[in-house]
T-cell receptor
């Protein structure tokens, strides 16, 4: 596609529920990144996929967070047993082989009530 | 850990040049300087990047000092739509295993 697409754009969930956030990167981009941004805060790196290599999960805050990337394209970020502190905007970005600039999506605003 | 230092906020009059400074005194020889911006409620947007030569594109100019310890992003004719948080990041080019690390950036307010 022309840009990075994320869905849903907004998600409200009850504490304790699981949620899945989706990211469709730009076609041909081999690198895909997930970040989150809490209200008024900076961007926090979560996880990174590059081609067929093992993902860099060093930024995941707990084992409730996981992500996968199927077929080297679409990625899903899953948060299990959501907590109120998980409320944030979750941003996905892609780039060509990790080089040059990243293209970010518009994000998914997650609210845990 | 951000390797850059930026002022937390700046104001600029509409139509004037906005000059955003960034210090990166510990930059390595193979690290590039990247600039991104984030307009309210949007994802970050790539602006420009460079190694040691000055760079210009349709959005901005990047001036890097000869010792590469600091740089300045220049928006030649700022508009209200340039109001955003601007992030200066240093990163090894092509280092597929090094995600961008965003600091706090500079909040630029363009004033009519």
């Amino acid at each position: 596609g022309a840009g990075v697409s994320q869905s849903p754009s907004n998600k409200v969930t009850e504490k304790g529920k699981d949620v899945e956030l989706r990211c469709d990167p730009i076609s041909g981009h081999t690198a895909l990144y997930w970040y989150r941004q809490s209200l008024g805060q900076g961007l926090e790196f979560l996880i990174y996929f590059q081609g067929n290599s093992a993902p860099d999960k060093s930024g995941l805050p707990s084992d409730r967070f996981s992500a996968e990337r199927t077929g080297g394209s679409v990625s899903t970020l899953t948060i299990q047993r959501t907590q109120q502190e998980d409320s944030a905007v979750y941003l996905c970005a892609s780039s060509f082989s990790g080089r040059y600039g990243y293209t970010f999506g518009s994000g998914t605003r997650l609210t845990v009530v | 850990d951000a390797k850059t230092t930026q002022p937390p906020s700046m104001d600029c009059a509409e139509g004037r040049a906005a000059n955003l400074p960034c210090n990166h005194s510990t930059i390595s020889g193979n690290e590039y300087v990247y600039w991104y911006r984030q307009i309210h409620s949007q994802g970050p947007q790539y602006i420009i990047h460079g190694l040691k030569n000055n760079e210009t594109n349709e959005m901005a100019s990047l001036i890097i000092t000869e010792d590469r310890k600091s740089s300045t992003l220049i928006l030649p004719h700022a508009t209200l739509r340039d109001t955003a948080v601007y992030y200066c990041i240093v990163r090894v080019e092509g280092s597929g295993n090094t995600p961008l690390v965003f600091g706090k950036g500079t909040r630029l307010s363009v004033i009519a």
